[in-house]
């Protein structure tokens, strides 16, 4: 049988939180991060999560586990200086599986078919992320704060997680990784392998800013 594992990445700095512990804020009574976990606790077809946390916060991440009795969470291990270092550490952790599902952590509102979605597309390609057309117009704008280049808005699509792998293609990704990337999947493409991109969720924000958590508890409140 297939033996699928998921890397919840958590383990960013919050800049853009002015300080404030996003992956550990209140959410209508609960920590953001014990929303995520969840769904992938309740998810039948996931087997393993791996929880990637800031080194200080380990003790917290292990505190939920038991009181949220996250059987699935095999281990929850130190992250790096950047996401993707951080994953890298995940799938160090992550034993005999097929496939990997990697999501961010501060993206509390997903759901369990967004995920069996992600792993059906991928089982035809390799791998699959999910996405939404991009409705603003977008520029591509030079150091010097001019434009360059306005590109068809038609073929851009605002990327979200979960993103889902072949387990050896990503560790292949992460094994020749250069450079900086944002995502789990432009690792994927710059070794030359395609991505299918399947319909994100409206509701799947990532809180990245102190007003997203109040959008983020709407969105729970109104799926509760």
């Known amino acids: 049988m297939e033996k699928i ?11 853009r939180m002015g300080g404030a512990d996003k992956i550990f804020a209140s959410l ?16 039948p077809v996931i087997d393993q999560i791996v929880i990637v946390l800031p080194k200080d916060r380990l003790d917290l991440g292990w505190q939920l586990a038991k009181r949220y009795q996250w059987s699935k969470v095999t281990d929850i291990c130190p992250g790096g200086s950047r996401r993707q270092d951080s994953v890298k550490e995940g799938l160090q952790r992550l034993a005999d599986c097929q496939w990997i599902v990697i999501h961010d952590g501060a993206r509390p509102c997903l ?10 597309e991928a089982r035809q390609s390799g791998a699959a992320v999910p996405a939404l057309p991009v409705t603003d117009t977008i520029k ?3 150091t010097d704060s001019f434009v360059v280049e306005t590109p068809l808005r038609q073929r851009l699509w605002s990327v979200q997680t979960p993103q889902v792998f072949r ?5 292949e990704a992460y094994r020749k990784v250069r450079g900086d990337v944002t995502d789990d999947a432009a690792l994927v493409e710059n070794l030359g392998y395609k991505v299918k991109v399947y319909p994100g969720s409206d509701t799947n924000i990532k809180v990245t ?13 109104t799926q509760s």
Do not use: H, M
């Open 5 to 15: 594992g998921t890397i919840v990445a958590a383990a960013g700095t919050g800049r």
């Open 28 to 43: 209508a009574g609960k920590p953001l991060l014990a929303y995520t976990v969840d769904v992938f606790q309740r998810c």
């Open 111 to 120: 759901s369990q078919e967004l995920i069996e979605k992600g792993l059906k």
């Open 140 to 142: 591509v704008v030079s």
């Open 167 to 171: 387990c050896d293609i990503i560790n």
């Open 209 to 221: 800013k102190p007003e997203d958590l109040y959008l983020a508890e709407a969105i729970i409140r």
